[in-house]
């Protein structure tokens, strides 16, 4: 059960697309179509962004992207927003019944 | 719509126990899974350990395997964890999620305080 590994950090500028990347292994990101992202604003619960690699939540806008290469898994950020700081987490199923979370990136809309 | 309510936590010292409920409405309870995920300080999110909605089967993070406890009382629509022999470590907000579609969580709670300290 080791947390994924994201960049500590990322930023872009208002209107600008950044992305992050979520890096596992083949018994997690890369075994499974299961990657969830989360939003996280500070001292306010996660949010769902995407789930299974690719698919969006109700409610949540197409400015936020996910795909899965291999063992990494990224979220894209298009159309950068201020609203968009926030902390990112990306988690993943690690068979038998076990979750993964990896350990948060910074966005930081400059 | 769905609500989360966390509650149980507080301030307990190392080796002591406290149980943690989360009362679930706006969706049909027993069909999904529950899990708990958990936030130290200034640190990432945790996974905790998770249930399914019949019950049947939990699991658990290898770091609180054997001290902590999953439950859930579908009459009730609400979920608890036990969490025994605790630690310095396990301090943290935990939050209580519903489980949706491959293995991601749609609706946290607000979370609650739990603080490991002599």
């Not at chain 1, 990322?10 to 990347?21: E, F, H, K, L, R």
């Not at chain 2, 990432?44 to 905790?48: D, Q, S, T």
């Given at each position: 059960q080791s947390a994924l590994t994201q960049p500590p950090s990322?930023?872009?500028?208002?209107?600008?697309?950044?992305?992050?990347?979520c890096t596992g292994t083949s018994s997690d990101v890369g075994g499974y179509n299961s990657v969830s992202w989360y939003q996280q604003h500070p001292g306010k619960a996660p949010k769902l962004m995407i789930y299974e690699v690719s698919k969006w939540p109700s409610g949540v806008p197409d400015r936020f992207s996910g795909s899965k290469s291999g063992n990494t898994a990224s979220l894209t950020v298009s159309g950068l927003q201020a609203e968009d700081e926030a902390d990112y987490y990306c988690s993943s199923y690690a068979g038998s019944n076990n979750l993964v979370f990896g350990g948060g990136t910074k966005l930081t809309v400059l | 719509e769905v609500q989360?309510?966390?509650s149980g936590g507080g301030l307990v010292q190392p080796g002591g126990s406290l149980r943690l409920s989360c009362a679930a409405s706006g969706f049909i309870f027993s069909n999904y899974g529950m899990s708990w995920v958990r936030q130290a300080p200034g640190k990432?999110?945790?996974?905790?350990s998770t249930i399914?909605?019949?019950g049947g089967w939990t699991s658990y993070a290898d770091s609180v395997k054997g001290r902590f406890t999953m439950s859930r009382d579908n009459s009730k629509n609400t979920v608890y964890l036990q969490m025994n022999s605790l630690r310095v470590e396990d301090t943290a907000v935990y939050y209580c999620a519903k489980?949706?579609?491959g293995w991601s969580r749609d609706y946290w709670g607000q979370g609650t305080l739990v603080t490991v300290s002599s």
């Open positions: 990322a930023s872009g500028s208002p209107g600008q697309s950044v992305t992050i990347s | 989360l309510l966390e990432g999110l945790e996974w905790v399914p909605g019949s489980d949706s579609s």
